[in-house]
C-alpha cells in the first residue's frame, strides 16, 4: 500500500507561482520501478492528466497544457514528489490529484486526497 498526501495549494493572481508537494509513505518506491503524476480536476470537467515523472528514471511527461510552464521532479530522500508551477491562468483551476502506480500497470492505483489550486484573474 502507498499513502499519498499533497500540500501546497492555495490561492494565487494570474501569472503567479505555486509549489505543489505529494509525500508517498507505506512503500519502499527503491524496491519498486514506480511512476507518480498529478492530475487535476476543474468544476464541471473530468480529471485530466497533468505530469509523471517515472521514480527510478527520472523520465518526465508533461501534458501539453502545462508544457513550458510546469514542471515535475522528486525528490528520494524524502520520498516527495513535487509539480512546480509557473505563470499560472485562470483555467490552471483546479482540484490538483498526485498518484502513483507500478509502472508496469496502465492505471493509477494510489490517490491523494487532492488540494485546491485557485487563480484569480
Known amino acids: 500500500q502507498v499513502q499519498l498526501v499533497e500540500s501546497g495549494g492555495g490561492l494565487v493572481q494570474a501569472g503567479g507561482s505555486l509549489r505543489l508537494s505529494c509525500e508517498a509513505s507505506?512503500?519502499?518506491?527503491?524496491?519498486?520501478?514506480?511512476?507518480m503524476g498529478w492530475f487535476r480536476q476543474a468544476p464541471g470537467k473530468e480529471r485530466a492528466f497533468v505530469a509523471v515523472?517515472?521514480?527510478?528514471?527520472?523520465?518526465?511527461y508533461i501534458a501539453d497544457s502545462v508544457k513550458g510552464r510546469f514542471t515535475i521532479s522528486r525528490d528520494s530522500a524524502k520520498n516527495t514528489v513535487y509539480l512546480q508551477m509557473n505563470n499560472l491562468k485562470a483555467e490552471d483551476t483546479a482540484v490538483y490529484y498526485c498518484?502513483?502506480?507500478?509502472?508496469?500497470?496502465?492505471?493509477?492505483?494510489?490517490w491523494g486526497q487532492g488540494t485546491q489550486v485557485t487563480v484569480s484573474s
Open positions: 498518484a502513483a502506480r507500478e509502472s508496469r500497470r496502465n492505471q493509477y492505483d494510489y
Open positions: 507505506g512503500r519502499t518506491f527503491s524496491s519498486y520501478d514506480m511512476d
Open positions: 515523472i517515472k521514480w527510478s528514471t527520472h523520465i518526465t
